[in-house]
């Protein structure tokens, strides 16, 4: 049984400050990782990927992965209000035969004024 | 650029009945895979289909079904619909086939059995 594991939250973080989120995953075939945010009543967006060991930075988010620990992190630098929102990790496997993307139950993440 | 579009986006229906939901993936993208989002479960795999094929099913009923078409878009069905099938159905659309590479999800349907 494949596993995301995520802390649910709420986190609660001050505008300008660094939110941390963190995920661990069990399959450790996994190859592909992605961060996904979902606001109230809407669906899911895609805002990192990271397919190899280290960090990858875009813009004030940098994801950060480490295979031998199992371990998928996102960075959210200068959080705005506007950052609020759920944080779901996926994981997933290259190749057709690879089952699709399995989630965790997301962080919520609250962003105060 | 078009991004991944479902229909209808708000259902409710009766139990036992039956539903199809619709999904038109970016343009370009041959694969499209369907979620089951719940309050308690998450975000679950249902299936996905790459050139008019299901590769892969997860963990649910023979109840949900689905196809693909030529054009790469596709439905799912949900037959003899129960109280506990009242969710969010998620969409996602994909270069390559599985799990490897980005997927972008559409705004869902949110289906409600009564």
């Known amino acids: 049984q494949k596993e995301v594991e995520q802390n649910s939250g709420p986190l609660s973080v001050p505008e300008g400050a660094i939110a941390s989120l963190n995920c661990t995953y069990s399959?450790?075939?996994?190859?592909?990782f992605f961060w996904y945010r979902q606001y109230s009543g809407k669906s899911p967006e895609l805002i990192m990927f990271?397919?190899?060991?280290g960090d990858k930075e875009d813009g004030r988010f940098t994801a950060q992965l480490n295979k031998a620990s199992q371990y998928v992190s996102l960075l959210i630098r200068d959080s705005q209000p506007s950052d609020s929102a759920t944080y779901l990790c996926?994981?997933?496997?290259?190749?057709?035969?690879?089952?699709?993307?399995?989630f965790g139950k997301g962080t919520h993440l609250i962003i105060q004024p | 650029k078009a991004g991944v579009t479902q229909t209808p986006r708000y259902l409710i229906k009766t139990r036992g009945q039956q539903v199809t939901l619709s999904c038109s993936p970016i343009?370009?993208?041959?694969?499209v895979s369907w979620y089951q989002q719940t309050p308690g479960q998450g975000l679950q795999f249902l299936f996905e289909?790459?050139?008019?094929?299901?590769?892969n099913k997860g963990n649910f009923p023979g109840r949900f079904s689905g196809r693909q078409f030529s054009n790469s878009r596709s439905e799912m069905n949900v037959s003899t619909l129960e109280l506990g099938d009242s969710a969010l159905y998620l969409c996602?659309?994909?270069?390559?086939?599985?799990?490897?590479?980005?997927?972008?999800f559409g705004q869902g349907t949110r289906l409600t059995v009564v």
């Open positions: 996602a659309s994909s270069l390559e086939p599985g799990s490897g590479t980005e997927a972008f």
């Open positions: 399959d450790r075939g996994s190859q592909s």
């Open positions: 990271i397919y190899s060991n």
């Open positions: 996926a994981v997933g496997r290259r190749g057709g035969g690879a089952d699709g993307l399995t």
């Open positions: 343009s370009g993208h041959r694969s």
């Open positions: 289909y790459f050139s008019e094929t299901q590769r």
